[in-house]
């Protein structure tokens, strides 16, 4: 009975990348906060529907918009440094806290200061590339990158999302 270009939980990520308290709301973790976030526009409301409570982030993010521009743009140029950061940058799963118990993690992810393995090693050489390679490197690539890239910047950026541009960096 919907048409969409995402699930309703979409619009709640949108909200979490996209308002005036962006630190807290990218903080949340699994747990009670979280829920007290999902169930926010079920109080305001009083209608436990996924689409109406997309409506309500959605209806939250276009006013924080509107009414400031320019926090807006500059949580967008926070989050397009998150991008390109060393660093990975956990969400509610934290792959730096799994390293221990798994050795594939264990050598494919470390840190050492404010540079850290595989992002730091794979973004200069992605770029280096870039610039080496020019014009033979295949437009639909160089397209998949940047609109992943910008929908990431447009949203929220972190490092279970990130993953999928280093095959193609």
Avoid: C
């Avoid at 436990?48 to 509107?66: E, G, L």
């Amino acid at each position: 009975g919907h048409a969409g270009l995402w699930p309703p939980s979409g619009a709640i990520n949108v909200h979490l990348g996209n308002n005036p308290r962006i630190h807290e709301t990218l903080a949340i973790r699994p747990g009670l906060p979280w829920e007290e976030l999902v169930a926010a526009p079920v109080r305001a409301t009083g209608v436990n529907d996924p689409w109406r409570s997309a409506r309500w982030f959605d209806q939250r993010t276009r006013a924080f918009v509107a009414d400031q521009p320019g926090a807006a743009l500059a949580n967008l140029g926070r989050k397009a440094l998150h991008l390109v950061s060393a660093r990975e940058l956990p969400r509610n799963i934290d792959p730096y806290l799994l390293r221990p118990w798994s050795p594939p993690l264990s050598g494919l992810l470390w840190k050492a200061g404010p540079w850290g393995f595989p992002t730091g090693l794979l973004l200069p050489m992605a770029l280096a590339g870039l610039v080496v390679a020019g014009r033979r490197l295949p437009a639909p690539l160089l397209l998949a990158a940047a609109v992943y890239a910008l929908g990431l910047v447009l949203v929220f950026t972190s490092a279970r999302y990130r993953a999928p541009l280093w095959p193609l960096a």
